[in-house]
């Protein structure tokens, strides 16, 4: 409390307010000695009247001192202007040079101005080390392209592929010891009559052999 005491009293506000009141109260005696011994008999001179009612005015025998009103006015204006002149206006020619004394800081930088220099930056930064006569011109927006027709399915579908042909299975001679009764279907010897068609790529022998007979190519004679 007595902290907040001190510094309510050291506000330069309350200094000043204390030094224009004790400056005043010690010129009120100033301004009252001078209004008294000049003003008053002076405004007594010029009013109308006897010597004993100089400065009043009186109606139905009530006495109106309008001298002692004059008197307060003007010594009010006399303190205020020597407190004005004396001390209000001092004051505020030491704060104004203690202001100009003072460097005002940096403005800030807008909104606008930080975008700005943010694109200078950008700019000078995609263009650094690349000299005025290399830089290539500005790209072009490439036009817009149609979209590619899609392709076209055939009217016919493809002929399936060709398989090769499948050739019959060859015929053998039947061995020695087996006869044509016994012999498997695809051992035995062709029939022995003229219609017989023999196979394509195959001659068509010029004499049946009999079923008994032993193969040509017989191992019977080779010992």
Request: proline share 9%.
């Given at each position: 409390m007595l902290k907040g005491f001190k510094d309510f009293l050291l506000r330069g506000n309350v200094i000043d307010l204390s030094v224009a009141v004790v400056i005043g109260a010690a010129f009120t005696a100033v301004v009252n000695a001078f209004t008294d011994s000049f003003l008053k008999p002076l405004i007594q001179l010029l009013s109308p009247g006897g010597d004993q009612f100089r400065g009043t005015v009186r109606v139905s025998g009530v006495a109106f001192d309008y001298a002692d009103f004059i008197n307060q006015a003007i010594?009010?204006?006399?303190?205020?202007?020597?407190?004005?002149?004396?001390?209000?206006?001092?004051?505020?020619?030491?704060q104004s040079r203690r202001?100009?004394?003072?460097?005002?800081?940096?403005?800030?930088?807008?909104?606008?101005?930080?975008?700005?220099?943010?694109?200078?930056?950008?700019?000078?930064?995609?263009?650094?080390g690349v000299p005025d006569d290399r830089r290539g011109p500005a790209p072009v927006p490439a036009p817009e392209r149609a979209p590619a027709p899609a392709p076209m399915r055939p009217s016919m579908p493809p002929a399936p592929p060709v398989s090769p042909p499948v050739s019959p299975?060859?015929?053998?001679?039947?061995?020695?010891?087996?006869?044509?009764?016994?012999?498997p279907a695809h051992a035995a010897a062709p029939p022995a009559h003229a219609s017989y068609a023999a196979p394509a790529g195959r001659p068509t022998p010029p004499h049946p052999f009999p079923a008994d007979t032993p193969p040509r190519h017989s191992r019977a004679g080779v010992r």
């Open positions: 010594t009010f204006l006399i303190t205020a202007g020597v407190v004005y002149f004396l001390v209000v206006a001092p004051m505020k020619a030491l202001l100009r004394g003072e460097e005002a800081g940096p403005a800030q930088p807008t909104d606008v101005e930080l975008l700005t220099q943010i694109r200078d930056l950008l700019e000078d930064q995609a263009t650094r299975p060859p015929t053998s001679v039947p061995r020695r010891g087996h006869d044509a009764e016994t012999a």
